[in-house]
């Protein structure tokens, strides 16, 4: 059963730190987003891309956080330097968009905490 | 910009009975896609229902129907003889139709509590 993996699971660190989410989406979707998941900001839409190319990071902070796709097989998400209000459940998903519709499947997210 | 929303951030419902989670939105655009997603606490986001906006014929997965009323931008989950393993977060989710892809704008959730 196709999955988007996400690594890794949970992620405690200190204010300052780097941090690099992974995700690997299924094989052969073509778009892949990120999204960030607060209490009160609910699901938000970090960025995404298609055919590896980045199409909106509008929602991303762009001083401090940064998305690529090396490959097809690899999505990263990295934040530098992490702060306090980083802190939250980072879903990566993934889709196959080919003019149509297709269901977002989504991994079982990255917890960031940032102390 | 679409928004959704889902009015009724918690919700219970007895074992067997039939519950209706509410969601609208706001969108200019003729064709979208709706879409419920389930979160239970294991926090996996799960597709529930998919519903294509030209489709006037209410989607259907088991016990899980929706009524979809596009003129009013309506879009409702109704889940029938509810079962323990349906508590969780339920969000309402709007996809429009993009030439460069697609992106997913969510509702605040819905938190459904099934007791015994």
């Known amino acids: 059963d196709a999955r988007v993996t996400q690594t890794p699971r949970h992620k405690v660190t200190e204010m300052g730190q780097e941090v690099t989410m992974r995700c690997q989406p299924i094989?052969?979707?073509?778009?892949v987003f990120w999204y960030r998941q607060t209490m009160m900001q609910g699901l938000e839409l970090l960025a995404y891309f298609r055919n590896r190319a980045p199409l909106d990071d509008s929602g991303m902070p762009k001083d401090r956080f940064s998305a690529e796709m090396p490959d097809a097989t690899l999505a990263t998400l990295k934040i530098q330097p992490s702060e306090p209000r980083d802190s939250a459940v980072y879903f990566c998903?993934?889709?196959?968009?080919?003019?149509?519709?297709?269901?977002?499947?989504f991994g079982n997210g990255t917890r960031l905490t940032v102390t | 910009a679409q928004t959704v929303t889902q009015s009724q951030p918690e919700m219970s419902v007895q074992e067997a009975e039939t519950v209706t989670l509410s969601c609208t939105y706001d969108?200019?655009?003729?064709?979208?896609?709706l879409f419920w997603y389930k979160q239970p606490p294991s926090r996996q986001m799960i597709l529930v229902i998919r519903?294509?906006?030209?489709?006037?014929q209410n989607a259907t997965e088991n016990r899980f129907s929706v009524n979809f009323q596009k003129a009013a931008k309506s879009f409702s989950l109704k889940i029938s003889d509810s079962q323990l393993g349906d508590t969780a977060m339920y969000f309402c989710a709007f996809m429009k139709l993009e030439t460069s892809g697609s992106r997913l704008t969510f509702g605040e959730g819905t938190q459904l509590t099934v007791n015994p």
């Open positions: 969108t200019s655009e003729n064709n979208y896609y």
């Open positions: 998903a993934s889709g196959l968009m080919v003019g149509n519709n297709s269901p977002l499947h």
């Open positions: 094989l052969g979707h073509n778009t």
């Open positions: 519903q294509e906006a030209y489709k006037q």
